[in-house]
């Protein structure tokens, strides 16, 4: 659970084959929300990945084209490809200075890659990410443990919960789900 960022909410949940991303679509500027609609998860990579980020926009949008450069580089392999974006961004002088955070994930993998080297894979199957997150997080390990629910109900229901107690997460949602095998 990471929560450096203002601004953003990103939360993965991973139940049985399936996954689903989802992060909230307020942006903010200083204490100000200037758009409702962004979306800050997506597939990459041939739609095989989804990311989440938390932090400024650019530095966001470059370290997804980053990532999908190594997953081109590394046909497709997240685990070898978030440990060498992880590697570059906090030794490369230009890229260590990007503030933002990701969520990477595709069928079988889930990681939390940050600029200080970090490439975490939740022992439970459920990361969040920004100012929201711990109690995005929170919300889906209590869902996860006490409902049969598929991952992206989990998602929604937890990012709701969240934006009901942060002022920089809305309600306006962006859901992205994976199925291993398919």
């Not at 530095?59 to 997240?78: F, I, Q």
């Not at 199957?125 to 991952?151: F, K």
């Not at 992206?152 to 962006?174: F, K």
């Amino acid at each position: 659970m990471m929560s450096g960022f203002h601004g953003t909410t990103i939360l993965a949940v991973r139940r049985g084959d399936a996954l689903a991303v989802g992060g909230d679509g307020q942006v903010t500027l200083d204490r100000t929300v200037i758009k409702h609609q962004a979306r800050k998860v997506r597939k990459i990579y041939n739609d095989r990945i989804i990311v989440g980020f938390a932090g400024a926009t650019a530095d966001a949008l470059t370290l997804s084209e980053k990532l999908e450069g190594k997953l081109e580089r590394y046909n497709g392999n997240l685990t070898r490809s978030a440990v060498e974006l992880a590697r570059d961004w906090r030794t490369d002088k230009y890229l260590r200075r990007l503030e933002a955070i990701m969520i990477a994930a595709d069928e079988t993998r889930l990681f939390l890659v940050s600029g200080n080297g970090d490439v975490i894979e939740p022992d439970e199957g459920v990361i969040a990410i920004g100012s929201g997150g711990p109690a995005a997080q929170a919300a889906a390990m209590a869902l996860m443990r006490h409902t049969d629910l598929p991952p992206r109900q989990i998602v929604a229901e937890a990012l709701s919960i969240a934006a009901s107690l942060c002022i920089y997460t809305n309600t306006t949602l962006t859901v992205e789900e994976l199925k291993s095998g398919g």
